[in-house]
């Protein structure tokens, strides 16, 4: 039944159109000449309002490729006394428009529905025991939410129970369920999935990683892609076409405006104005379904253009979750207390070789202590104060590969090496990617020797560039884009920042929370599943394929049925009812693209 009211409610002014017809068909068989044009002109102009006021607006704005032709196919009924026409005419244009409305809603469903998951309210956590219940936009840092079994977490933060376990797989698209502990970092759209838990909160609904993800949807739903403007350049040259055969039209017969009219109700752009926009969007609705998040519309038609593919090497062709090989202690102190040391401070971070760490060091048994006073900087490594000594994990210069030292001040107590895997499926999907005709790039801050050894695993014929800095990666994409090459750029870390936002399409693996590389890409896979990259690509290629299909279909039923209409062999009427046709065939075929 709502369905019903909400489908009625959308169509009301072609309703109340059709029954104007209806009314005036009927004075007109009564007799009543004048009231029946009264009747005619007010439903013209309440379904024609629309378009004057956009046509209106576009002059204004110096855009003049837009649906004249339809105004002047009404005035021109209006002229004749083709009063029927005209009503007609603008039931066509406005069911259009409210189809067209109704198909872009349609499209964007399974968007809106990211928005939808998290709850509008939490319930505080005060002295002991659940409080009031208030909504999540006057939730403040600090505050201790409580969130019961099944429930989506809202809001960042970290966990103040002893225990719990989170399902992650909605920002990483891993179905794994991962254990948390006291202290540990808890992440707005994942769900709870163990006993209830309180959580305190480290980020406004605002700031909150999940927010950011339905921002980015946002965006890409009210941007207007480059690709509708040439849909409005393609209306352009529709329209001088049809101004020639109907000026033919209307010599050829004698100078009869009916026979012009009959031209003109069937040629109008709406394929154009309506087709495209549809299709991308259901472009984007598609690849929301395989966790690609489409940041800009404009996106989708460069990246169906892209020869030229950048991948950052970690976390991108490699599985970004490397494991620690060896453990070297160069102390006296014991194994297991300098595993703990580390895990208690890595546990706090987000890089892939923390949690390595962390990994390591409950596969031995290590005892569970806590560290505070974390400090973690980009490059520098992390720092914590553990059991009243000072603690630093960082990077250590090595061109075997990765190692990470544990210090205490400047002594080097020990030393983690680590080895990153190429993901299973990286070799077919680049082998696949080569044998389509893209030019491939490897750009990586890893060492020269880690690079090669990757490649050897891959065996293929790819471009390495290994050691290098943020700003060598996006020196790298300038120079492809001076030789003409479309660039699409894949990453996943804050390093790749530079790049992605330099690079015709910035596409970005978000394994945790937005960061700065997200903010730089125009798409944002949710997870680490690399076969990611090769659906964005065949969901792009796609759209514009139909959207053009849409396009050029419109445009040629359009023009056959105006030459017949030229040689009279159509009538006003029956103009109208062809026009609208060609209309729902050319929305049916774009949101095609939806599935």
């Not at 002047?72 to 029927?84: D, F, H, K, Q, R």
């Not at 480059?226 to 020639?244: C, E, N, W």
């Not at 070799?427 to 005709?437: A, C, D, V």
């Not at 065949?538 to 419109?554: E, L, M, P």
């Amino acid at each position: 039944m709502n369905k019903k009211i909400s489908l009625l409610k959308t169509f009301k002014i072609p309703l109340v159109i059709l029954v104007g017809i209806f009314v005036y068909i009927a004075l007109e068989l009564l007799g009543f000449k004048f009231p029946a044009v009264v009747v005619a002109v007010v439903v013209t102009l309440l379904g024609s309002f629309r378009l004057i006021k956009e046509s209106i607006e576009g002059l204004l704005k110096k855009n003049f490729a837009l649906d004249y032709i339809a105004i002047l196919a009404i005035a021109v009924s209006l002229i004749t006394g083709e009063y029927i026409v005209a009503a007609i005419l603008a039931l066509m244009i406005e069911s259009g428009r409210t189809l067209e409305d109704y198909g872009i809603a349609q499209a964007k469903k399974s968007l809106t529905k990211l928005a939808e998951r998290i709850p509008d309210q939490v319930v505080l956590w005060e002295n002991k025991k659940a409080g009031a219940k208030i909504s999540i936009g006057k939730v403040k840092v600090g505050d201790f939410i409580l969130v019961r079994r099944g429930e989506v977490i809202a809001l960042d933060g970290i966990l103040e129970s002893e225990a719990g376990f989170a399902d992650e797989s909605s920002l990483t698209g891993e179905p794994y369920t991962v254990e948390k502990i006291k202290g540990d970092p808890i992440r707005s759209g994942t769900v709870n999935v163990g006993d209830a838990i309180i959580v305190k909160v480290t980020k406004a609904e605002s700031d909150s990683g999940y927010k950011k993800i339905i921002d980015l949807v946002k965006k890409a739903q009210d941007e207007k892609s480059p690709f509708i403007r040439m849909a409005d350049k393609y209306s352009g040259i529709f329209t001088v076409i049809t101004l020639v055969i109907t000026a033919f039209a209307y010599v050829f017969s004698g100078f009869d405006l009916t026979r012009a009219l009959s031209v003109l109700v069937i040629a109008t752009p709406c394929p154009l104005i309506i087709a495209t926009p549809i299709a991308l969007l259901g472009g984007v609705n598609s690849a929301s379904k395989k966790n690609i998040i489409v940041k800009k519309l404009a996106a989708v038609e460069v990246l169906s253009r892209a020869k030229a593919l950048i991948f950052d090497k970690t976390g991108t062709i490699t599985l970004g979750k490397p494991r620690v090989v060896e453990f070297l202690n160069n102390s006296k102190e014991k194994d297991l207390d300098l595993l703990a040391v580390s895990e208690a401070i890595e546990r706090n971070s987000l890089h892939p070789l923390a949690k390595a760490i962390v990994n390591f060091a409950k596969d031995k048994h290590s005892k569970v202590i806590h560290a505070e006073n974390i400090e973690e900087k980009v490059g520098q490594g992390i720092m914590g104060t553990v059991e009243g000594k000072r603690y630093k994990l960082a990077k250590l210069e090595s061109k075997e590969g990765m190692s990470i030292g544990i210090y205490e001040g400047k002594t080097l107590l020990a030393v983690f090496r680590f080895e990153d895997e190429v993901k299973q499926e990286s070799k077919t999907i680049i082998q696949n990617l080569k044998s389509w005709g893209f030019e491939l790039y490897i750009f990586t801050g890893d060492k020269k020797e880690a690079a090669e050894k990757m490649v050897k695993q891959l065996g293929l014929d790819v471009v390495i560039n290994a050691e290098c800095t943020p700003e060598d990666k996006q020196k790298g994409i300038q120079k492809l884009k001076k030789e003409g090459k479309v660039t699409a750029m894949v990453g996943d870390g804050i390093n790749d920042a530079p790049a992605l936002a330099l690079a015709d399409v910035g596409m970005v693996f978000s394994n945790e929370e937005q960061t700065a590389a997200s903010e730089a890409a125009d798409i944002v896979f949710l997870g680490g599943n690399f076969s990611l990259v090769v659906e964005s690509l065949n969901i792009a290629k796609r759209t514009i394929a139909i959207a053009k299909q849409s396009i050029f279909f419109g445009i040629g039923l359009s023009i056959l049925g105006m030459v017949f209409a030229s040689f009279g062999l159509v009538p006003p009427i029956g103009g109208a009812f062809l026009q609208e046709a060609i209309d729902v065939a050319v929305i049916i075929n774009a949101l095609r693209t939806s599935r």
